[in-house]
C-alpha cells in the first residue's frame, strides 16, 4: 500500500485522497506518506515506445515529447528535467520552466514548457549528472516501461527502484 500511495501522490492525489482510499483519518495519512524529502528533484522520465526513424521537425518532436501527462502539484513543483527514453535508450533531455507548466481543457493533464524550447546541450547535461539530478546521459540504456507514459524519478533514488 506504501508504494501505492506514493504513486498516487506524485501524480495527482493529495492527502485527503490517500485518507478515504485507505479508510485512515487525514491525520494519520500525513504521519504515514508525508513527503520528508522537501524539495527533492525530479525528473520526469518520459519513455517512448517506437523509434525516432520517422522524420520530425523539431517543434512537432518537441510536442510530442512534452505530451500531456497527469502529474500532481509536488512532482510538477520539483521537476527539473525531462528525460525522454525511445526503446529504452536516453534520446533527448529538456530543462524544465518552473513556470511554464500548461494544464488541458480538462483540468487533469499536464505540459511542461523547456526553457528555450530546445534540448539541452552536452556541457550542461554533463553539468546536471555531476549535480546527481539526471539518470542518465543522451545514448545511455534507461530501464524505461516500453509503452509511453511519464514517471516522476527522485534525486537520490537508485534508477531501478524509482517506482513506475
Not at 534520446?91 to 494544464?103: E, F, K, M, N, S
Not at 552536452?122 to 534507461?142: C, N, Y
Request: net charge positive; aromatic share 8%.
Amino acid at each position: 500500500m506504501a508504494v501505492a500511495a506514493e504513486t498516487a501522490l506524485d501524480h495527482a492525489a493529495d492527502l485527503g485522497d490517500i485518507a478515504s482510499v485507505t479508510g485512515l483519518g487525514r491525520a494519520e495519512a500525513y504521519d504515514r506518506w508525508r513527503r520528508t524529502e522537501t524539495n527533492a528533484a525530479v525528473a520526469l522520465v518520459i519513455s517512448q515506445p517506437w523509434p525516432d526513424a520517422v522524420p520530425q521537425s523539431s517543434k512537432s518532436r518537441y510536442d510530442n515529447d512534452r505530451g500531456w501527462w497527469r502529474l500532481g502539484p509536488s512532482v510538477r513543483h520539483d521537476a527539473q528535467y525531462a528525460v525522454v527514453v525511445v526503446d529504452r535508450r536516453v534520446r533527448r533531455v529538456y530543462a524544465i520552466d518552473p513556470t511554464g507548466w500548461q494544464c488541458d481543457s480538462s483540468g487533469n493533464a499536464w505540459r511542461f514548457e523547456a526553457i528555450g524550447a530546445t534540448t539541452l546541450t552536452q556541457p550542461q547535461i554533463d553539468a546536471a549528472m555531476v549535480r546527481g539530478v539526471l539518470p542518465a546521459r543522451p545514448g545511455e540504456r534507461f530501464p524505461a516501461p516500453l509503452n509511453r507514459g511519464c514517471t516522476p524519478w527522485r534525486v537520490g533514488t537508485d534508477v531501478g527502484s524509482n517506482p513506475r
